[in-house]
């Protein structure tokens, strides 16, 4: 598949659980990225990197930690989540500040 | 840090008429200003996008309008069809250091046969 891939595309999990979500650019771009998107706030940023570098953390809580081993894969950790962290949950990529490619989402619910 | 609005949250139009959608920013710096498109079920896709360096751009029956002085752009759509119905983010960013989009809340536009 060319894009952006992420897996699983639906995931549910307890409050006690670990679970991590993957995303996957095939597109040779230097940045991504990770949203939460949800009925409260629709594109919510939670993380960029850039070359492999976070450079911006959004203020998100510490249960969810993102991961960059390289600039085609970026992961996000998921640790005694809330039901209020149900939500989709998008990635993307651009090379520098362009056209942002997002994947498919991940449907996460916490139960 | 730069804040987004948008206006209206959702909007009804007859197929044939034209849509208007209104963001204003925040931080004068940004000078970036993309629109994304987001069908039901699917990932938002980029529509057109506007640089500080123009005022107008337009890509078939899609048009962006962009006042740096006012800090606000628009959307505009021609010629609706049923198959414009999705949800409308507004974005903005400075194209330097910080590549972070801010986005706005969404517009929900139903086009009516």
């Known amino acids: 598949e060319t894009g952006v891939t992420q897996t699983p595309r639906h995931l549910v999990m307890g409050m006690t659980n670990k679970k991590s979500l993957k995303c996957e650019q095939h597109?040779?771009?230097?940045?991504m990225y990770w949203y939460k998107q949800s009925a409260k706030k629709p594109l919510e940023l939670m993380f960029v990197?850039?070359?492999?570098?976070?450079?911006e953390n959004n203020s998100v809580p510490s249960r969810f930690s993102p991961e960059c081993p390289n600039s085609s894969h970026l992961f996000l950790h998921l640790h005694t989540l809330q039901p209020e962290d149900s939500a989709l949950y998008l990635c993307?990529?651009?090379?520098?500040?362009?056209?942002?490619?997002f994947g498919p989402g991940t449907r996460l619910t916490v139960l | 840090g730069e804040n987004v609005e948008q206006h209206p949250s959702t909007l009804s139009v007859q197929e044939g008429d034209s849509a208007v959608i209104k963001c204003t920013y925040s931080?004068?710096?940004?000078?970036?200003f993309p629109w994304y498109k987001q069908e039901l079920g699917k990932r938002p896709q980029l529509i057109i996008d506007?640089?500080?360096?123009?005022g107008e751009k337009k890509d078939q029956r899609i048009a962006v309008t962009l006042n740096k002085t006012a800090k606000h752009f628009s959307l505009h759509i021609t010629e609706t069809q049923p198959e414009d119905s999705a949800v409308y983010f507004c974005?903005?960013?400075?194209?330097?250091?910080?590549?972070?989009?801010?986005f706005g809340s969404g517009t929900r536009l139903q086009v009516q046969p």
């Open positions: 993307a990529s651009s090379q520098d500040v362009g056209e942002q490619f």
């Open positions: 597109l040779g771009h230097n940045a």
């Open positions: 990197y850039s070359l492999e570098e976070r450079v």
């Open positions: 931080d004068s710096a940004s000078n970036y």
């Open positions: 506007i640089r500080s360096n123009v």
């Open positions: 974005a903005a960013c400075m194209d330097t250091g910080r590549r972070a989009l801010t």
